[in-house]
């Protein structure tokens, strides 16, 4: 039955209206973009992915976030398991941070995520109540040049409008699920991602040889340079923590900023 068993899935933009008052393992990060995203859909208990914790505690941001509108939830250590991959944190995840109504229903950190699941799922929860509006997730950084850059705070948000363009996202740099597909819906000109800690398996890297494969030049920024599920934060304070073929063969190197990654990509036209 729906209620006895936790929703499993590698990102919270595959919630829907059948999630709500559901117990969901995301893998997502566990940002306070992804835990309102989770909640709007009325998940009733949640596991994320701390994504490296990383600056501000952004990786974990989420979780807290949660923790005034009563949800419990927590997140899985990055090196523990994959991030975009629910499976594996449902499998191999370990609790580093859980939150006050979590805590009071007996989660812990170190407690094995499949134990936490059941813990959740015994407590009979009721939906999250749907959070507010957040602030507008799409903006356009530069427009004077030959290509527009445009910041999305979460990847899910790439449209075929945005083919050509550079995008500059807040969403970690795993695939999901491991699948190749998921890597970017545009043929985009060039991406930057966070490495979310890159953590187990290498897995916070994994879209940018997939990226490649289409031609993309693509890139992560430092979990402890931005803020994760923050594409402003990526775009002002990031630097470049790995790269890709095609990124390397535009001019790109480990070490610049985010800005300096993008000049690079547009003087490369």
Not at 129 to 134: L, R
């Amino acid at each position: 039955m729906a209620d006895v068993v936790p929703l499993v899935v590698d990102s919270v933009t595959q919630l829907d209206a059948a999630s709500r008052g559901r117990v969901a393992c995301c893998g997502s990060h566990g940002a306070v973009y992804a835990a309102w995203y989770a909640a709007r859909h009325g998940v009733a208990g949640l596991l994320l992915h701390d994504a490296g914790i990383g600056r501000d505690r952004a990786g974990v941001g989420g979780i807290f976030w949660l923790e005034s509108r009563f949800v419990p939830a927590a997140a899985v250590a990055h090196e523990s398991a994959r991030i975009g991959d629910g499976a594996d944190m449902l499998a191999r995840g370990v609790l580093s941070n859980v939150n006050g109504p979590g805590s009071a229903l007996g989660l812990k950190i170190g407690m094995k995520a499949s134990v936490a699941l059941d813990r959740l799922l015994a407590a009979r929860l009721p939906a999250a109540e749907a959070p507010g509006g957040m602030d507008e997730a799409r903006q356009v950084v530069s427009d004077s040049g030959p290509v527009q850059v445009v910041a999305l705070d979460s990847n899910g948000l790439v449209g075929p409008e945005d083919t050509g363009r550079i995008i500059v996202t807040g969403s970690h740099g795993g695939l999901l699920g491991g699948r190749k597909a998921s890597a970017v819906k545009a043929d985009v000109l060039a991406a930057v991602y966070n490495d979310a800690g890159i953590g187990a398996d290498r897995a916070g890297l994994s879209r940018l040889p997939a990226l490649a494969e289409r031609g993309i030049a693509a890139a992560t920024v430092s979990a402890f340079s931005a803020r994760i599920g923050d594409a402003m934060s990526s775009w002002e304070d990031g630097y470049i923590s790995a790269l890709n073929e095609a990124a390397e063969a535009r001019g790109a190197c480990i070490g610049l900023s985010t800005r300096e990654f993008v000049a690079k990509m547009l003087e490369s036209l």
